[in-house]
């Protein structure tokens, strides 16, 4: 069985940090991932206590590079699938401006997102 949207963006927003990676789900395993945990992005921003929208678009930022070396960038094609508004509802409504940051950064930097609706398949997906 072939999953029909095979690159799917997750979001992991707590008050701490961002993390963000895309799932092959076909395979069931990430095949990139960003997180201000990780010691190189730590050391670049000054987060605190909290994570703020620009450590957000620092984290879509590298992801988009790691995509890039993955040669996943395009998708292979089909995109990367993001419904940003089950991710806003997830994270809750005072992470929205993280959510869009992550998503704006990764579309700056030439990744092809597909963005999803109620997570459903129908053509009003819009492409970026």
């Not at 799917?8 to 701490?16: A, E, H, T």
């Not at 890039?68 to 994270?91: F, P, S, T």
């Amino acid at each position: 069985m072939t999953v029909t949207k095979r690159y799917v963006l997750r979001l992991f927003i707590s008050l701490k940090y961002v993390t963000a990676n895309v799932v092959d789900r076909n395979r069931g395993h990430i095949v990139a991932t960003a997180s201000t945990v990780e010691h190189s992005l730590k050391e670049a921003m000054e987060c605190g206590r909290s994570c703020n929208a620009k450590a957000a678009a620092a984290v879509g930022e590298v992801l988009a590079m790691r995509l890039k070396v993955e040669g996943l960038d395009q998708g292979q094609g089909r995109g990367i699938h993001v419904d940003v508004n089950k991710e806003i509802e997830k994270k809750g409504f005072k992470n929205r401006t993280k959510v869009w940051a992550i998503v704006n950064a990764l579309k700056n930097h030439g990744v092809k997102l597909i963005l999803d609706h109620d997570g459903d398949d129908h053509p009003g997906a819009r492409q970026f």
